[in-house]
């Protein structure tokens, strides 16, 4: 009887798979409910035709899955779990949604799209880079990825085995892997291995890869690449292992097939120079390229590939002789396949000797041609008595011509990998490796032979291999879950394999068969039919071939089934389809091999004279190959013993062991050894079409594939047992609305998941509970989901039901209204026609005043009555209230009084104690000012003396100053005298000279025509000589014709010789030039490994000196450390016994006995009534405890805030060197303290003493005022007297330097007018070098003349800048004077504020204190909360300008380096740290603002103050420091933005995409194997309020370091362009997140940006247009994509999205109810035909490394530099403020 459940699945509308010959499964509605025991099933086919599908009540036909799981990632995703339901998911995704991979459980599904799509980037890379496999879409990338981060977690070697048939995109795949591993783990060194591990795959895929029916590009042989990690995860090396190649292509091909790439690539390159002398011609014209009879690809060009040949060849190291060799062999092997074998009679046959390709042939490998052609037509049989030479027929010979062909070519293949293998090498020691397995697939063709043989056993052991995998992640998952499990029935193929290689399997008796001189082809079959027929199911003999045998792969017979250790509970029936069609999945794939050429092929034998011929070859290569070599060069070794289920026969002879079956069967042996000891990862390429159309899926070829491939087997393994896991979190969020009340009640989610399916599920085989998952049969996940729908349509039904009633309702009411006025007018209307008379009205109106009376009368009896009850009760309840608030007021007194008198004994007790450290308090302080007014009294004593004395000093000094000025002044006169008289001296002789100069120009011009006109006379002389001679070499060259007619006979035979001469010469002249080179490399290297030698020797020693520097700081460090831990115990020693002695004070002075005694026997009585006092009691015990708690924390908050102390000590152990000195001070300082204190307190009696003194004091101060106020009125008038001579003789110096500026600019103007003239003379002069040689003696005078002038007037120009010093030193001298005397009248006001000049003097050798204290130490958390912005570039700049008065370019050159390369530094020890960052942007942008603003420049001064403008620089231009510093703020800002992104990038995605912001609308889907959970409750999990506070952080922490608000707002715009560009980019490649309900969530949180924007004001930075893109999606994702109109909104309004991402996310929209409607493909093609106009990007990511160009803008500072202070803790204390 079927359950249940299933069988009310079986019900209307619901659809089932049927059988179909054409598409394999189609589609069907249950027309009419099943009920159990019915023979058939009426069924509505998708065409509308009604269909009675008989069915047998234990099979019922496979249910089709709900449309909301049809299109998964993962295929175990699915409810039911069979063929049909596997192939429509796949048609759906590749089809439709255009998606070409997909999960099969741990298998990655790769359907091959023919045609080139944009999902390969390094953006994508990127993206799929350190996510979690089940979070992005299914990707050959995600393989990759988590094979690398299993392999960096757990140091575990990894492989991926990539299989499929040929055409399927196997060798793509493993490219794009290996790929992958590249650029992800790019390695440090310069040696670049990763792009020499790519290189491999062109040269191997040229070399052995070929065209063929099935693929263009198919892999004739089998490949596994080890890739070699090291500690740090990073590409070493690589190692190439290569299996079974197809020899047989080298010389047959079939038709439309090609041989391998590289002969199609010579011959297309053969034309050109270097590949000349190999003779090649086109393909079409050699034997071997030309037998598929189409030899060119289309697409492809092949002399364009041969570049990329070379140019990889070249990557991997191999020079161009090497080349020209491998092209050598190649060209050769074409050559042979050309050699005629010609017939002579029936058993004999010839060669030629004068076949031209025969001569190339051994030409190019260095062969006697004679003994070629010789012994390829004959062969040597050597016996025990005799050796005979036997003549083959010529079939024969061509078989041997072939044999040979492909020995060459083997060993050329088998060479080229070595050498890869070499270039591949390193020298270190490999870590780990990942293995990429590039494997043929299953073949079958219309002819099968050896080679379909050897890939078939090949496949037979990988599936055995994947099978025993499966069911190993199975059992651990079930254990890791304590799921109980029992035996189930699985596919083994072990049987298969025991009768290919078991003891007298199929290979041993081939190799048997191989061991016998006479052993033929049909011997060997006999022996196979004589041994299986009828023996083994698995064998079987065609019915109408006695040449063939047939081999059942991949059998489901009963006999072919075993039983696993892995235990699963057992399987209940299930006519679902899940079960019973899903057990016949892996049918029966029956393969004929044809047994021609087995033997053949597997000895693959060259007859031995052909061996020798080319072992004794002249071309070194080829003598290598055929060499003999004792030691197999093979990698595998002899003592790899394969194993089976039946014992193997272990072969003794030497022969036996070289077969090619042999070889094949120990080199699988050690790939499965190798797979079995590495975790390995699947990939099943799939060829969806033979046509190769791009997205066209032939559902019978793709089931044909899964059937071989072992997806099905997988899919058929997981049905039979728990297919469908959910973690209960999912579970609850998915199906809580199928919960009850009373469920939901639970606290616990795991309770109420289990009480939930024990409700809906009656049986409990159904599923079972793990420790975090619930584990469901197949088809409960869709009975579930069926509930789940029901249960929202009976939901939506009501919803309905009551809107539909209120709106009807609400239209009946007031159509009902309506009626009733209607009703009521139109019966008013009646009866007032009817009732209106006299009579009537009367009537009324007395019956009306009658009504009036009575009621009135009713009313006033009731409202007497109600009056009287309401008084009395308010009487009662009013008394009430009275008293009880009596009573009240009298508790209440009586507890004021209480209070009063402890309130007032406390507030006595805490004024007393209050008072008296008042008082103490107020006489330490006054003691202290009465002495620091002493101290300051004395020091305005001393002062003024000092000034007294100054003064005096000054003016005497003054007197002498102005004489020696007088002096200079009377000097300076006389020079200008006598400049002048020079001046007038020089001008005379430069007109005198110039006048000579050009004389002589005048008789060189008259020189120069004389001499054109002889030049003339000379050319027509020449010009008659040169036709007698021409007429002479015409005769001549007639001659030399005639004998050279003659010498070319002769000079033909003579060439002959010599070319042979010539090609001996340039071999050797190879062979010399190969040696120098080499030793030329040896020699650099050994430079090279010296020159490090010595550096690495050099900082050694460095190292070595500093050494012993470390280790005395070490040591001083560790004993100041221990100082510092001394005085912190002391100290807290000295606070807890402070605090102990506090608390015993408070807890003393509340005495009970001192409360009683103060209260009189009145009070106490007064308060003993009615226990009040006993109340009082237990309040003030309850006080005192209150005090006790209160003084309790206050003790722990210090002991909390000694231990913080404790803390910051340990942390502040690097700052020793500067704390000590303070900690000692400090410790002088307390010690002083203490003792001034005891000695004040011992003197508070000295006091009055002290007021007397004082009052002395103040006297004679004001003495001391008045005689200074007199002394200063006499230096007033003496100073004015000074200042007037000062002022006339200021006068007199300014009109003789205006004098002296007249005659300057006279001097410079006669200055340029002589540098004009002498260019010219230089230009003449230089024209007549040229001509005469006579002229350099003029040139050389005239040269002199002008640099003895130029010199002369240099000289004047040095005298006159010295008077412009000598002048401006005495006008500072002057204002000097000037200062002094205003500072000498403004003594007595010398008690106002001082004026400072917005500089900070320092000396020379504080540079680096400044430096190292300012930039290096500076730590800015703390110290940005209390001081200006950019607070150490105003410093800086204070410093700059102290320089720059002191015009000092050295010192300001040394601080500005010293400030550039500080920054550099501190930002190079921070590049991590966010905040230092930060702080150092921000001062490096403050600084050259500061430069800007105070440069003097026009443009930087408009918002400068008149003050500001004063402290402008005068000296030096800044301008180049100015571009530096905007270089170094450009550098800080990208780091700054780099390590923004870095913080905020892994939070991006859960908080924008991942995390469900709008509660309630949710909806989890079932994840499959590759997405579970292992919790509950992701407590850790980012939100939307991580990036807000993320952003929060990094706005506050630019703010508080003072960065430029423009800055802070391009840093936010770069911030919210990368949010954007990372959620889109997830989007992208994430299908699940493609629904309307995210779209909803998404905009929710962009709508939170924009607030967050909003509050922080930041609306104009551009940061919200960033985030267009990703709100375009948002809103593609929520609106209506069906009807034209659609389409056409959509293209107007996503601007911002290219076409290839609007056409990628309507293809991966998915729905996540049954209520959403998926995105039909005609709506898809609409709005692609929409999008073809536009001209935008084929990229579909987003480039997230983008950067949006910086602008640093100008902003004057504020704050002025006079008023600037430097913070102690600076530690600035050596730099002055003038």
């Given amino acids: 009887m079927l359950p249940m459940a299933v069988a009310e699945l079986y019900t209307q509308y619901n659809r089932v798979w049927i059988p179909d010959p054409e598409e394999v499964w189609k589609s069907a509605e249950i027309a009419t409910d099943y009920r159990v025991g019915d023979k058939v099933l009426r069924l509505l086919l998708e065409d509308g035709t009604e269909l009675d599908y008989s069915v047998n009540p234990e099979s019922l036909p496979p249910l089709r899955n709900p449309d909301i799981l049809v299109g998964e990632n993962d295929l175990t995703a699915l409810s039911y779990l069979h063929e049909p339901a596997v192939l429509h998911n796949l048609r759906i995704r590749f089809a439709e949604s255009k998606l070409i991979y997909t999960y099969s459980g741990i298998i990655l599904v790769a359907m091959n799209p023919y045609k080139q799509l944009p999902i390969y980037g390094d953006a994508i890379i990127h993206a799929y880079s350190g996510q979690n496999m089940g979070d992005m879409d299914p990707h050959i990338f995600a393989v990759a990825e988590e094979a690398y981060k299993q392999m960096a977690r757990s140091n575990r070697n990894q492989s991926i085995i990539v299989s499929g048939e040929s055409g399927a995109g196997k060798t793509v795949s493993a490219r794009y892997a290996m790929r992958y591993f590249a650029t992800v783990s790019k390695s440090g060194s310069n040696a670049h ?10 040269i191997t895929e040229a070399v052995g890869n070929a065209k063929t029916t099935r693929n263009d590009n198919s892999s004739r042989f089998g490949k596994y690449t080890e890739i070699s990690f090291d500690e740090q995860n990073q590409i070493i090396g690589a190692n190439m292992r290569t299996y079974l190649l197809e020899k047989s292509r080298v010389v047959f091909q079939s038709e439309n097939e090609r041989n391998y790439h590289i002969f199609y690539q010579l011959c297309a390159s053969a034309q050109q120079s270097e590949f000349k002398h190999l003779k090649l011609g086109s393909a079409e014209e050699f034997n071997y390229t030309r037998m598929g009879g189409n030899t060119v690809i289309e697409g492809v060009n092949d002399q364009a590939e041969m570049v990329e040949t070379q140019k990889t060849f070249t990557l991997l190291g191999f020079k161009e002789d090497f080349q020209m060799d491998v092209f050598k062999i190649l060209a050769a092997i074409l050559h042979l396949g050309n050699v005629q074998i010609t017939a002579v009679g029936n058993e004999r046959s010839s060669v030629s000797e004068d076949d031209s390709h025969l001569k190339v042939f051994c030409e190019l490998l260095g062969l006697e041609s004679g003994r070629v052609a010789q012994w390829l037509c004959n062969r040597k049989i050597v016996t025990s008595s005799e050796t005979v030479v036997k003549p083959m027929t010529r079939p024969q010979a061509v078989n041997a011509r072939d044999a040979l062909a492909k020995k060459i070519y083997a060993h050329l293949f088998d060479f080229i990998v070595e050498r890869i293998n070499q270039a591949l090498q390193f020298s270190g020691k490999q870590h780990t490796f990942i293995g990429v397995l590039d494997i043929y697939g299953f073949e079958t063709f219309d002819v099968n032979s050896f080679e379909q043989f050897c890939i078939n056993y090949a496949n037979e052991k990988l599936q055995q291999q994947f099978n025993m995998h499966v069911f190993k992640l199975e059992q651990e998952e079930y254990m890791k879950e304590d799921i109980p499990w029992t035996l189930i029935d699985f596919y083994d193929n072990q049987p298969v394999i025991d009768l290919i290689e078991a003891k007298m399997g199929i290979l041993e008796l081939l190799d048997e068969e191989c061991l016998l001189p006479h052993g033929t082809d049909e011997n060997w079959l006999q022996k196979l039919y004589n041994n299986f027929v009828n023996k083994n199911p698995l064998f079987e003999k065609p019915r109408m071939s006695n040449t063939s045998f047939v081999i059942q792969h991949f059998a489901d017979k009963m006999l072919a089934r075993t039983r696993t250790a892995l235990y699963l509970p057992p399987l209940p029936v299930c006519p679902s389809g899940s079960h019973h069609h899903s057990g016949r999945i892996c049918t029966t794939i029956q393969v004929e091999y044809k047994c021609e050429g087995f033997l053949e092929k597997n000895r693959d034998t060259v007859y031995d004279m052909l061996v020798e011929i080319l072992r004794a070859s002249k071309f070194h290569l080829c003598a290598n190959f055929f060499q003999e070599n004792p030691a197999s060069p093979s990698p595998f070794g002899s003592m790899i013993t394969v194993k089976s289920a039946k014992e193997v026969i272990k072969p003794n002879s030497k022969h036996f062991r070289t077969t090619v079956g042999s070889k094949f069967r120990s080199s699988l042996y050690l790939l499965m050894e190798t797979l079995n000891a590495t975790t390995p990862h699947y990939v099943r390429c799939i060829k969806p079409n033979d046509e190769k159309l791009p997205f066209e899926f032939d559902s019978k070829r793709i089931v044909q594939q899964l059937r071989a491939c072992g997806v099905l087997e997988t899919i058929r393994i997981s049905a039979q047992s728990y297919p ?71 939901s939506c039904v009501v919803i309905q039901k009551h809107i539909r009633g209120w709106l009807h309702r609400k239209k009946f009411l007031r159509e009902r209204r309506a009626a009733l006025i209607i009703q009521q007018y139109f019966r008013g209307q009646q009866t007032v026609r009817k009732a209106i008379t006299a009579v009537a009205l009367k009537e009324a109106w007395a019956a009306i005043i009658i009504q009036k009376h009575c009621r009135g009368y009713l009313v006033r009896n009731l409202y007497q009555l109600i009056r009287v009850a309401t008084i009395t009760i308010q009487a009662y309840t009013r008394g009430f ?76 000094g003054d007197v002498e100053k102005i004489q020696k000025l007088e002096v200079e002044l009377e000097r300076a006169a006389a020079h200008r005298r006598n400049y002048e008289e020079k001046g007038k001296r020089y001008r005379d002789a430069v007109e005198e000279k110039l006048a000579k100069l050009q004389k002589h120009n005048s008789e060189l011009e008259t020189q120069k025509d004389q001499i054109q006109l002889k030049l003339q006379e000379k050319t027509e002389e020449l010009k008659e000589k040169m036709d007698n001679l021409t007429k002479q070499l015409f005769d001549d060259v007639q001659k030399e014709e005639r004998q050279r007619m003659l010498l070319e006979k002769s000079f033909e035979l003579k060439t002959q010789d010599y070319e042979k001469q010539i090609q001996s010469l340039k071999e050797q002249i190879k062979a010399l030039k190969d040696e120098k080179t080499q030793l030329q490399q040896l020699v650099e290297e050994e430079h090279v490994t010296s020159d490090g030698l010595k550096a690495e020797v050099a900082r050694l020693s460095k190292q070595a000196k500093t050494i012993s520097e470390f280790e005395k700081e070490i040591q001083l460090l560790q004993a100041q450390k221990i100082d510092v831990e001394k005085h912190v115990q002391s100290q807290k020693r000295e606070m807890r016994e402070k605090m102990s002695e506090i608390t015993k004070q408070l807890l003393e002075s509340y005495d009970i006995e001192d409360v009683r005694s103060r209260l009189s026997v009145e009070d106490l009585e007064h308060l003993n009534e009615d226990g009040e006092l006993w109340f009082a009691y237990e ?105 007037n001579q000062l002022n006339r003789s200021q006068k007199e110096e300014g009109t003789q330097r205006k004098a002296m500026e007249a005659q300057n600019e006279i001097h410079a103007k006669e200055k340029e007018k002589l540098i004009d003239k002498i260019q010219e003379m230089q230009e003449a002069s230089d024209h007549l070098k040229k001509q005469f040689e006579t002229e350099s003696e003029v040139k050389s005078n005239f040269w002199q003349e002008a640099s003895r002038l130029i010199l002369e007037n240099r000289d004047l120009e040095e005298e006159l800048d010295m008077k412009d010093r000598v002048i401006k030193k005495l006008q500072d001298q002057v204002k000097t004077l000037s200062k002094t005397t205003g500072k000498a009248s403004d003594v007595h006001s010398s008690s106002g504020p001082k004026e400072y000049l917005g500089m900070l003097q320092y000396k020379r050798e504080d540079e680096a204190k400044l430096i190292q204290n300012l930039i290096l130490d500076l730590k800015p958390r703390g110290v940005v909360v209390n001081m200006i912005p950019g607070l150490p570039a105003h410093i800086l700049f204070m410093c700059v300008r102290y320089a720059d008065s002191l015009n000092d370019a050295n010192m300001l050159k040394s601080l500005m380096n010293s400030t550039i390369n500080g920054i550099k530094q501190v930002v190079k020890e921070h590049l991590e740290d966010f905040e230092m960052l930060s702080f150092w942007l921000s001062n490096t942008c403050h600084f050259l603002n500061c430069l800007k603003q105070y440069s003097g420049e026009e443009e930087f001064m408009k918002h400068n103050s008149p003050h500001q403008n004063k402290n402008c620089l005068n000296n030096f231009d800044l301008s180049e420091y100015r571009q530096i510093l905007s270089d170094v703020a450009i550098r800080i800002y990208h780091q700054f933005i780099i390590i923004m992104e870095k913080n905020i990038q892994p939070i991006i995605v859960p908080g924008m995409l991942e995390y469900e912001s709008l509660q309630g609308i949710s909806g989890l889907k079932p994840t499959g194997f590759r997405k579970r959970s292992s919790s509950i409750d992701d407590t850790d999990a980012y939100t939307m309020t991580s990036v807000l506070q993320q952003l ?138 929409l999008l073809n106009s536009r001209e935008d990007s084929s990229q579909l990511m987003l480039d997230t490394k983008y950067l949006f160009q910086v602008t640093f803008p100008f902003t004057p500072s504020p704050h002025a530099l006079e008023m600037i202070q430097i913070p102690s803790s600076f530690k600035l204390g050596f730099l002055n403020r003038l």
Wanted: proline share 2%; aromatic share 8%; net charge positive.
């Fill in 193 to 202: 291995v990763e792009d020499k591990v790519l290189a491999s795959n062109p």
């Fill in 1179 to 1283: 309040g003030l015990k309850k006080a005192t405890r209150v005090l006790e708690s209160h003084f309790q924390s206050q003790k722990e908050c210090y002991e909390k805030e000694i231990e913080a102390l404790n803390f910051k000590v340990v942390h502040l152990s690097q700052e020793i060197n500067h704390l000590q000195k303070l900690f000692r001070e400090e410790n002088d300082i307390n010690e002083s303290i203490r003792l001034e204190v005891t000695r004040l307190t011992s003197e508070n009696m000295m006091i009055p003493d002290f007021k007397q003194q004082i009052s002395e004091l103040e006297k004679q101060k004001q003495d001391l005022e008045i005689r200074l106020n007199e002394q200063t009125e006499k230096m007033k008038g003496k100073l004015e007297e000074l200042s």
């Fill in 724 to 794: 469908s896991r959910w973690t209960y979190i999912e579970f609850y969020s998915r199906y809580g609305i199928l919960m009850t009340k009373q469920e939901l009640s639970f606290s616990d989610k795991k309770e109420v998941c289990k009480a939930v399916l024990h409700r809906l599920i009656q049986d409990s085989n159904q599923y079972q509970f793990g420790k975090t998952k619930i584990f469901f049969r197949a088809g409960q996940v869709a009975y579930l989901e069926k509930l789940r729908l029901d249960k929202l349509r009976q």
């Fill in 1592 to 1729: 929060s952080y990094f706005y506050t922490t630019m703010c508080q370091n003072g960065l430029d608000p423009e800055l802070v707002r391009q840093a936010v715009k770069q911030l919210f362009f990368l949010i954007g560009a990372v959620t889109l980019n997830s989007l992208f490649l994430r299908k699940d997140m493609c629904s309307c309900r995210k779209g909803m969530q998404i905009r929710c949180n962009i709508s939170y940006l924009e607030e967050w924007l909003k509050d922080k004001n930041l609306q104009n930075s551009l940061a919200k247009e960033t985030l267009e893109p990703l709100s375009q999606a948002a809103w593609l994702l929520q609106v209506k994509k069906t009807t034209d109109s659609d389409a056409k909104e959509i293209y107007e309004r996503c601007t911002s999205l290219s076409a290839v991402q609007i056409i990628k996310i309507l293809n991966s929209y998915t729905p996540i109810d049954d209520f959403e409607k998926r995105v039909t493909p005609s709506f898809v093609r609409k709005v692609q035909a």
């Fill in 881 to 956: 209230l009275a008293r009880r608030r009596y009573r009240k007021m009298l508790e209440e007194h009586k507890a004021v009084i209480l209070q009063k008198y402890a309130r007032a004994w406390l507030a006595r007790r805490r004024f007393q104690s209050i008072r008296r450290f008042v008082l103490n308090i107020q006489l330490t302080y006054r003691v202290q000012r009465l002495q620091k007014k002493l101290e300051d009294q004395n020091k305005e004593n001393h002062g003024l003396v000092e000034k007294l004395t100054s003064l005096a000093a000054l003016r005497a």
